[in-house]
Nanobody, 124 residues
Framework: QVRLVESGGGSVQAGGSLSLSCAAS?????MAWFRQAPGKEREGVAVRNLDRSTSYADSVKGRFTISKDNARNTLYLQMNSLEPEDTGIYYCAADSRSRLRVPVPLNVADFGYWGQGTQVTVSS
């Protein structure tokens, strides 16, 4: 069983930066960040695969960076040049299967473990 705990959300003005963390307990394979804006479906933001490759949604490429500290079993998301459209609840997710890479575009159904979410609000 894997437990995921996110931290680091908050409020920032457009153009600002935030960093999210996701501490995992238990062995993890691929891990990802999703987000959900009010009234919208949960969407994949970025994934860090078991083979250490990464993939990003087009909307965040060049602005967000996903990374993982294996020693601490912690996933990070550095978010720069934030836009109001980035507002939402950000969720950490872990793949329950030992795949080298999770298929993209990211799909909620491919992840068996989820954190409780952390709010990110970007004001214009």
């Amino acid at each position: 069983q894997v437990r995921l705990v996110e931290s680091g959300g908050g409020s920032v003005q457009a153009g600002g930066s935030l960093s999210l963390s996701c501490a995992a307990s238990g062995y993890t394979y691929g891990m990802a960040w999703f987000r959900q804006a009010p009234g919208k479906e949960r969407e994949g933001v970025a994934v860090r695969n078991l083979d250490r490759s990464t993939s990003y949604a087009d909307s965040v490429k060049g602005r967000f960076t996903i990374s993982k500290d294996n020693a601490r079993n912690t996933l990070y998301l550095q978010m720069n040049s934030l836009e109001p459209e980035d507002t939402g609840i950000y969720y950490c997710a872990a793949d329950s299967r030992s795949r080298l890479r999770v298929p993209v575009p990211l799909n909620v159904a491919d992840f068996g473990y989820w954190g409780q979410g952390t709010q990110v609000t970007v004001s214009s």
